[in-house]
């Protein structure tokens, strides 16, 4: 009867470069806190919904610190979505570029979870996870869209266009179609 083959050991190089990416990836979320909380004055509840990368960044911290891979593998919705969509949606001009650069270390993040699924065994706890991170992530998907057309002054207070609850425009939207 073959012997069942554990997981194996994450090599050396990928934990050390793991380690620098969850520095960086802490540095991004103190700053994201200190902008939300201390200079745009965001309500907790904002905090979280506005700047759901602090969520993303806190569940592969988790998942890389306490070495649960089925919790890295969870992470990589949040990860692709908001790191990779936060590349494509906000600008990259001014202050926002510092939220480009907490992005761009989203995805760094985004790729070492996958090479560390490749490198090592231990499939069944990596597509549980994954599986586990899409539904959970559409139920918070559900709840940040929501809070977020519901309070557009938040946008406002960072510097973007205003969300159109009736319209489902935004004021930017809305700015272009007057001036034609």
């Not at 490198?119 to 959970?136: A, D, Y």
């Not at 935004?170 to 272009?176: F, H, N, V, W």
Request: contains cysteine; aromatic residues 18%; proline residues 4%.
């Amino acid at each position: 009867m073959a012997k069942k083959q554990q997981p194996e050991k994450t090599p050396k190089w990928l934990r050390i470069t793991g380690w620098v990416i969850l520095g960086l990836n802490a540095l991004c979320m103190i700053n994201s806190a200190w902008f939300f909380m201390g200079q745009a004055k965001f309500p907790f509840l904002g905090w979280i919904f506005f700047n759901a990368c602090f969520v993303a960044a806190l569940i592969w911290i988790a998942g890389f610190v306490f070495r649960f891979r089925w919790l890295t593998a969870a992470s990589l919705p949040f990860l692709l979505f908001f790191g990779g969509g936060g590349l494509l949606f906000f600008p990259w001009t001014g202050y926002m570029i510092t939220a480009q650069i907490s992005h761009i270390v989203m995805m760094i993040a985004f790729i070492h979870a996958i090479v560390d699924a490749f490198s090592t065994r231990g499939w069944k706890q990596e597509v549980f996870g994954l599986i586990g991170g899409i539904l959970v992530f559409t139920g918070f998907m559900f709840l940040q869209q929501s809070y977020t057309r519901k309070h557009p002054e938040l946008w406002e207070r960072m510097g973007m266009p205003a969300y159109d609850v009736e319209s489902g425009a935004t004021s930017q939207a809305d700015s272009l179609k007057r001036a034609e």
